[in-house]
C-alpha cells in the first residue's frame, strides 16, 4: 500500500510539474510572440532617452517616370511627383476653400522663410509653385516608430502639399531667413503633410496619423540628382519636431527608377538628456 501510494503520488507530481511547465511555456510564447526574427514579427520600438518619439521612414519602391497615372485617380506624374488634387481632396478629405487656405499658408510660409514671393510676376519663370502628392509606386512607408509596433511590411504613406522650385537656369538669390543666399536650378522647399495609414497585424487599416512640415532649409540638388532635405515638423499630441533626410534614384535596365530615401524624425528637434551613463566607458572592451 505505501509503495502504491509513492507512485501516484510522484505521478501526481509529475503532472502538476507538467502543467506548469506547460503554462509557463504559454505565457513565454505568448509574451514573446512579437520579438520574432523572421521577416513578419512585430517589435515595439523604444523611444530614445531625451526624446518623445522618434519616426523612420523609407521609400524604396520602382516607379515609371514617364507613366502619367499610376494609380486610379493620380494623375500628372512627372517621376516622383504626381498632381496634388487626388490626395488633398481624396485622402485629406479636404473642401476647395480649406485647400485654399493651406494654398495661401504655403506661399506665405514661402515668403517669409525663404524670400520667395510666388505671386510676384517677376517670379514668373524663375520660380515654379505647385500643388503635388508623392507618387504611390515610390512605396513611401515607415518602417519604426517609437512605442508602436510596426511590422516588416511597413505602414503607408500618403504624402503632399505645396512645392516650389527653381526654374531659373542662372538660380536665384533668396531672401527672408536666406537673404544673400544664392541656390541653383532646382533647388526646391515644400510644405504639407504626411498621411500614414496605421494597420493591424492582419494589415486592416485602422487609424491615420498626420504631420504638419515646413522645410527649413532649401534642398539643394547633387549633378547626379541626389539631395538632402531638413524640414520642421508638427503634430498635435507630440508637438513640434524635425525630420532631416536623403534621397537618390537608381535607373533600372527597363527604364523604370528605384527611389531610395531615408528620413528620420524626431520629437522634440533635438534631444533634451544633459548627462548620458557613466557605463560602460568609451574604451571598454566587452
Excluded at 494589415?203 to 547626379?224: K, R, V, W
Aim: hydrophobic share 40%; proline share 5%.
Amino acid at each position: 500500500m505505501f509503495k502504491k501510494n509513492v507512485r501516484i503520488g510522484v505521478i501526481g507530481l509529475l503532472i502538476l510539474l507538467a502543467i506548469f511547465f506547460g503554462s509557463q511555456a504559454q505565457v513565454f510564447a505568448k509574451n514573446n510572440k512579437g520579438n520574432r526574427d523572421d521577416g513578419k514579427g512585430k517589435n515595439v520600438f523604444v523611444t530614445p532617452s531625451g526624446f518623445d518619439k522618434v519616426v523612420l521612414y523609407m521609400g524604396n519602391g520602382i516607379f515609371d517616370p514617364n507613366l502619367d497615372s499610376p494609380r486610379p485617380g493620380v494623375v500628372g506624374c512627372t517621376g516622383l511627383f504626381c498632381d496634388g488634387a487626388f490626395f488633398q481632396h481624396e485622402i485629406m478629405d479636404r473642401s476647395d476653400a480649406e485647400i485654399a487656405a493651406i494654398e495661401a499658408d504655403a506661399k506665405e510660409y514661402f515668403k517669409n522663410h525663404f524670400g520667395i514671393d510666388v505671386d510676384n510676376q517677376a517670379m514668373a519663370n524663375r520660380v515654379s509653385f505647385k500643388m503635388f502628392m508623392v507618387n504611390p509606386d515610390f512605396q513611401y512607408r515607415v518602417h519604426a516608430l517609437s512605442g508602436e509596433q510596426v511590422t516588416s511590411d511597413g505602414w503607408i504613406i500618403r504624402d503632399g502639399g505645396f512645392r516650389i522650385e527653381v526654374i531659373d537656369p542662372a538660380g536665384i538669390t533668396l531672401g527672408g531667413m536666406f537673404t544673400g543666399v544664392h541656390v541653383p536650378m532646382g533647388t526646391g522647399a515644400f510644405f504639407g503633410h504626411y498621411n500614414i495609414l496605421k494597420t493591424d497585424k492582419h494589415g486592416n487599416a485602422n487609424g491615420e496619423l498626420i504631420i504638419h512640415y515646413e522645410s527649413s532649409t532649401p534642398a539643394h540638388p547633387l549633378p547626379n540628382g541626389d539631395f538632402s532635405f531638413k524640414c520642421n515638423m508638427f503634430h498635435d499630441e507630440w508637438g513640434q519636431g524635425i525630420g532631416m533626410g536623403t534621397m537618390n534614384f537608381i535607373p533600372q535596365d527597363d527604364g523604370r527608377v528605384r527611389g531610395n530615401v531615408r528620413n528620420f524624425l524626431t520629437f522634440g528637434p533635438s534631444s533634451s538628456l544633459m548627462h548620458y551613463p557613466e557605463t560602460p566607458a568609451y574604451d571598454e572592451k566587452p
